[in-house]
Nanobody, 115 residues
Framework: QVQLVESGGGLVQPGGSLRVSCAAS????????LSWYRQAPGNQRDNVGS???????TYMDSVKGRITISRDNDKNTVVLQMNNLKPEDTAVYYC?????????WGKGTQVTVSS
């Protein structure tokens, strides 16, 4: 069974940084695309950014320049590095994988930006 497990969320002050990881239960190269989504209470789930099998990345406009998505191939992990965090970045962050026409989700990890 394919699993995606997020880790690394927590509480951070505005302007701070946080690194969130998504560990896959199999090789990340089995996925066409791995993405990070976020959802704040009362809001829709938005695509924060993605990385393709080939390594190309795309990011949501509101986070460009503040986040980076990368891969650790040996650990089958995708990492979301977030810098200069703002209170509006507070949300549950979900890992999403598109694999052979099917979509998989992790259970999410809470990120709270507050002083």
């Amino acid at each position: 069974q394919v699993q995606l497990v997020e880790s690394g969320g927590g509480l951070v002050q505005p302007g701070g940084s946080l690194r969130v990881s998504c560990a896959a239960s199999e090789s990340i190269f089995n996925f066409n695309t791995l993405s990070w989504y976020r959802q704040a209470p009362g809001n829709q789930r938005d695509n924060v950014g993605s990385i393709t099998r080939g390594g190309s990345t795309t990011y949501m406009d509101s986070v460009k320049g503040r986040i980076t998505i990368s891969r650790d191939n040996d650990k089958n992990t995708v990492v979301l590095q977030m810098n200069n965090l703002k209170p509006e970045d507070t949300a549950v962050y979900y890992c999403n994988g598109l694999r052979y026409g099917r979509t998989y989700w992790g259970k999410g990890t809470q990120v709270t930006v507050s002083s």
